[in-house]
């Protein structure tokens, strides 16, 4: 169990410019979650998926967010036209299954200047 | 529809005495609830977690919390504060209503614990 690994760490980039985010779960996961979470809030759910179906996605905040996990094994996240209330850290968990504990990687902390 | 209210942003205790952190709960279903703890810029790592099967649970470092129906409380506490429990902690419900909310988690406001020596 290496634990499941985000990257890059920080992203610091120019508002409009695309971003992409990548995170890798525990092998044998077959849920992944993204979450984001803004400074003193607790993290707010965006999307997840089960294998490489994306079964939630109701709650990515806008249509600039886009998620993909094409093989059911890593899931990219990426931000279009970047703005300043984008900056926050994006999250990613996984887990056996629905009522199974999800694991957390370290986030991915996006700065927009 | 289920949330978490986490009753204090802050806590702050002397090292060696007991921890408090309180949460109230509110879920359609029976829930699972969960306390994640993170430490600055770090993932959020899990500290215990209830499922029904014991009202009481016990997690990692000490730490246990009492799921409490009557009062839909779900409040963690610790013996006695070290220095290394400083840190943000997290209330958590996930949704068991079935469907596509599944498993989705909920998180409370978060309440930061500073322990003084």
């Known amino acids: 169990d290496t634990g499941v690994s985000q990257d890059p760490r920080h992203k610091i980039t120019k508002r409009g410019q695309n971003v992409t985010f990548r995170c890798d779960p525990i092998?044998?996961?077959?849920?992944l979650y993204w979450y984001r979470q803004t400074l003193g809030q607790g993290p707010e759910f965006l999307t997840y998926?089960?294998?490489?179906?994306?079964?939630?996605k109701s709650r990515l905040l806008s249509d600039r967010f886009s998620a993909e996990r094409p093989k059911g094994s890593f899931s990219t996240l990426e931000i279009q036209r970047t703005e300043q209330g984008d900056s926050a850290m994006y999250l990613c968990?996984?887990?056996?299954?629905?009522?199974?504990?999800?694991?957390f990687g370290d986030g991915t902390r996006l700065s927009i200047l | 529809a289920q949330s978490v209210t986490q009753l204090d942003s802050h806590v702050s205790v002397s090292e060696g005495t007991p921890v408090l952190l309180r949460c109230n709960y509110s879920?359609?279903?029976?829930?699972?609830l969960f306390w994640y703890v993170q430490h600055p810029n770090k993932g959020l790592q899990l500290l215990l977690k209830?499922?029904?099967?014991?009202?009481l649970v016990k997690g990692i470092n000490g730490f246990e919390a009492e799921f409490k129906k009557s009062e839909t409380s779900f409040h963690l506490t610790k013996p006695s504060a070290h220095m290394s429990d400083a840190a943000e902690y997290f209330c958590?419900?996930?949704?068991?209503?079935?469907?596509?909310?599944?498993?989705?988690?909920?998180f409370g406001q978060g309440t930061i614990l500073t322990v003084h020596p």
């Open positions: 209830y499922t029904s099967a014991a009202t």
């Open positions: 958590v419900v996930s949704s068991n209503a079935g469907g596509t909310s599944y498993g989705k988690l909920t």
């Open positions: 998926f089960q294998n490489e179906a994306q079964l939630e």
């Open positions: 092998s044998e996961h077959n849920r």
């Open positions: 879920s359609s279903y029976s829930p699972s």
């Open positions: 968990a996984s887990s056996f299954g629905p009522d199974q504990p999800q694991h």
